[in-house]
């Protein structure tokens, strides 16, 4: 049986997707066959039974749990997140600290948290998880992710806090290879107008 997140699904062109397996982090996965999967949509939960011929053929598959509503309407912060995921996080290798962090793309707002700033914490908190840490930046990004959630911080300091932390998740993203390929770092950007 495996469960894990959908990063990327390449139907219906191809029977096969992307997951980001609870145990075995990053892998790519087959579908048996068309009819054995529901819609499978980037960012869902899925669990699947394995076939006998291989783990990474996956039959019977049921979509669990689709991202919150705060994640579905912001599509550019959901393919965002999923295309970071899916070029960062190195393949078969178990990452048990972000399961809990996929796990907040499924459930509500936590109250009093603007959505801007919970997105930027919750994309340094990936980063941190992956040991991504730009040494050259001068803020502490541990430091800038709980600002970003403390309700308390008032209106100015909480933009100072965010423009810093889309400075370091500017970094982060630079310190890949691909980078300037990416096609949704806009998202940083119409972030870093509002």
Known sequence: MRSGFIIRSYLPERLCCTLFDIREGLIFCSFCARHTFPRCINGSFIEAETSPRSPYLLQRVNMVRQPACWVTKDLLFLHHFLEISASFLALNEPYPELVSLFAHLFRPLPDGIQEIDFKLAFMGSFF???????????????FLISRLQDTMVNERKGAVNRS???EWLHHCIETHPSAHFF?????LKQIGQT
Do not use: D, Q
Request: net charge positive; aromatic share 14%.
């Open 128 to 142: 941190l998880a992956i040991g991504i840490y730009p040494e050259h930046f001068r803020t502490n990004p541990n």
């Open 164 to 166: 810093l932390m889309i």
């Open 183 to 187: 096609k949704t770092t806009t998202f």
